[in-house]
């Protein structure tokens, strides 16, 4: 399965990097049962989806899709809202407005967002993708401290470069695609991600080297 998804990922291209193929790619490495080598692959492996993730993230907010960041980034892939006296949850309707997903299920007449407030309470099922992964790595024990700190970083920089575009978008909403006059766009490129894939080849590489060779270290590993 490691293999597998290796050689998934290596062939993706850029334009069709999405949240659902990172999530099936994550599914495939998580329900595989047999590992080709260490633990460690596994999470070289995790490592190379997240590059992936933190890739696509920063080319969303780069071109100013702002939905499309913020569902990898901070809204939850998955929510239910339980009701009371209802023992089936609903799960929610990612971007559509709670207030009309549930109109139907309030009293008439009643407003539909004190109701919610009143008799229904929330649970995240799933959270947002890249910070999920995120805590996963973090957690493995497996991985540098350097290379998880690269990590946050660069999703740190996602975040900035949202709001700076959200900002620009007030004026212009193709911002930084166009309204950018050719004084700033030094000032706009340094606010951008500008991700590539040199970390994501080296673990791939790194991965190989240690399929090949035991004794084989990674530099992303913590106890190489």
């Not at 290796?6 to 990097?17: P, S």
């Not at 999530?23 to 692959?41: A, K």
């Not at 559509?96 to 539909?112: C, H, I, L, S």
């Not at 401290?145 to 975040?159: A, F, G, H």
Request: aromatic letters at 10%; hydrophobic letters at 35%.
């Amino acid at each position: 399965m490691l293999l597998l998804t290796r050689d998934l990922l290596d062939q993706v291209f850029d334009h069709n990097l999405n949240e659902e193929f990172l999530i099936d790619q994550l599914d495939h490495l998580e329900s595989s049962r047999e590992l080709d080598g260490p633990v460690e692959l596994y999470w070289l492996s995790m490592s190379r989806i997240m590059e992936l993730a933190l890739l696509c993230a920063g080319n969303y907010a780069d071109f100013g899709q702002i939905r499309d960041v913020a569902d990898l980034m901070v809204n939850p892939r998955h929510t239910e809202v339980h009701i009371n006296g209802i023992w089936e949850p609903v799960r929610v309707k990612r971007h559509e407005r709670m207030t009309k997903q549930f109109a139907d299920y309030a009293p008439a007449g009643t407003n539909v967002r004190e109701w919610l407030r009143d008799n229904t309470h929330l649970v995240h099922v799933k959270g947002p993708l890249i910070p999920n992964l995120y805590d996963k790595l973090k957690g493995a024990d497996s991985l540098s401290e350097s290379y998880i700190s690269s990590v946050y970083s660069r999703m740190q920089k996602i975040s900035e470069t949202m709001a700076f575009v959200m900002q620009g978008q007030r004026m212009n909403p193709n911002y930084p695609l166009s309204g950018v006059f050719s004084k700033e766009k030094e000032f706009v490129e340094a606010n951008l991600c500008r991700y590539n894939r040199n970390q994501f080849r080296q673990i791939g590489t790194d991965i190989s080297g240690m399929l090949k060779d035991d004794k084989y270290c990674s530099s992303f590993l913590k106890f190489s």
